[in-house]
């Protein structure tokens, strides 16, 4: 099989190549599916940096997700799977054409939903879905902050609590990404190359707080966030886009950015704090993030969540892809398609 391997750490051009090599083969319990597309995520930024610690050593094969068919199954692995078209979480190996993961990781989709619009509640879907909806379960009338709203977690985010009837207060940078969330109906739409985001945030507060912070940033963005949440407020963090941009010592820029948190303030404040990553949570919870995916899929199918999605582009072209999802000017689902 063609896949594209992390061969070593640094610009995407020259740290991924493609390469051929032996076809997987499933498991007990898994299934082998045939990609006609992959999805990308800012993890994989992170990985083809060298700063996700939960990558595989290289070479490896990156990707958390697949559009296909079920070419084959492995024991174990409930009648009726083989031959559908599938959407399916993958722990590392969705840079390929093949691809084997856990059946309990894939749902079943129409023929004729477009691969890039699936591909969107994989991964982000999945992860918007379960905090937004199981980690926090935002309700009418909270006060929620979406960082990065305009990408593809953020503008799930901002849909779910639309839905859910909160006030949303979405931070993007650039005009074309404030148009798209105004589009989608954010009550406040704060452009984060302005100035002082937190600053802006407080003056449409008024005497209010936060009730819900959803922050993919981290850094310097960490406890500005804590401090406008009011009593029963949840800081959620799923992210650290910051530590990207700190050179040799991004690292510990980075924490010491984060600053420290001291448990017993946070309970005689009543705020909390709840780190989520979905790597994590599949390892230990595979049922728990596929019905977060299934609950995803469901609203889509509904109307009730309407991802935006970067034209798929050629796979030979994946570098390219992980250049516009890094610069940070792409709106939505980014992804590459086979043949």
């Given amino acids: 099989m063609q896949a594209w391997q992390l061969t070593t750490h640094g610009i995407p051009a020259k740290a991924l190549a493609m390469r051929e090599l032996p076809d997987p083969v499933p498991k007990p319990g898994q299934v082998l599916i045939r990609s006609e597309a992959f999805g990308l995520n800012y993890a994989d930024v992170m990985a083809v940096k060298g700063l996700y610690r939960e990558a595989p050593p290289v070479p490896c094969v990156l990707?958390?997700?697949?559009?296909?068919?079920?070419?084959?199954?492995?024991?174990?692995?409930p009648a009726g799977l083989l031959?559908?078209?599938?959407?399916?979480?993958?722990?590392?190996?969705?840079?390929?054409?093949?691809?084997?993961?856990?059946?309990?990781?894939?749902?079943?989709?129409?023929?004729?939903?477009?691969?890039?619009?699936?591909?969107?509640?994989?991964t982000q879907g999945a992860t918007a879905w379960y905090m937004a909806m199981d980690a926090v379960r935002v309700k009418q009338g909270d006060r929620v902050l979406v960082h990065s709203a305009a990408g593809g977690v953020g503008q799930l985010l901002v849909q779910i609590a639309l839905r859910q009837g909160c006030e949303v207060f979405a931070v993007a940078g650039g005009a074309e990404k404030r148009a798209y969330l105004k589009e989608l109906g954010a009550q406040h739409v704060i452009d984060r190359k302005a100035g002082d985001y937190a600053g802006e945030v407080a003056t449409l507060l008024g005497n209010?707080?936060?009730?819900?912070?959803?922050?993919?940033?981290?850094?310097?963005?960490?406890?500005?966030?804590?401090?406008?949440?009011?009593?029963?407020?949840?800081?959620?963090?799923?992210g650290g886009a910051e530590r990207g941009k700190g050179g040799a010592f991004g690292d510990l820029r980075f924490a010491w950015n984060m600053g420290f948190v001291v448990p017993i303030f946070l309970m005689m404040r009543s705020k909390s704090l709840i780190g989520v990553?979905?790597?994590r949570l599949s390892d230990r919870k595979p049922q728990l993030v596929a019905e977060a995916m299934h609950g995803a899929l469901a609203a889509m199918a509904a109307g009730g969540l309407r991802p935006r999605v970067h034209p798929l582009l050629p796979a030979d072209q994946l570098p390219q892809a992980m250049d516009l999802l890094g610069s940070?000017?792409?709106?939505?689902?980014?992804g590459v398609r086979w043949g």
């Avoid at 749902?107 to 591909?119: K, M």
């Fill in 63 to 77: 990707g958390y997700e697949v559009v296909g068919r079920v070419e084959r199954c492995g024991a174990a692995v």
């Fill in 328 to 334: 940070g000017k792409s709106i939505g689902k980014v």
């Fill in 277 to 279: 990553n979905m790597l």
């Fill in 208 to 238: 209010e707080c936060l009730d819900v912070s959803f922050n993919a940033v981290g850094g310097t963005t960490f406890k500005r966030d804590l401090s406008l949440l009011g009593p029963g407020g949840r800081l959620v963090l799923f």
């Fill in 83 to 122: 031959g559908k078209r599938v959407l399916a979480f993958t722990r590392f190996g969705g840079y390929a054409e093949l691809a084997c993961t856990d059946h309990r990781a894939v749902a079943e989709i129409p023929e004729d939903l477009e691969a890039g619009r699936a591909l969107a509640m994989a």
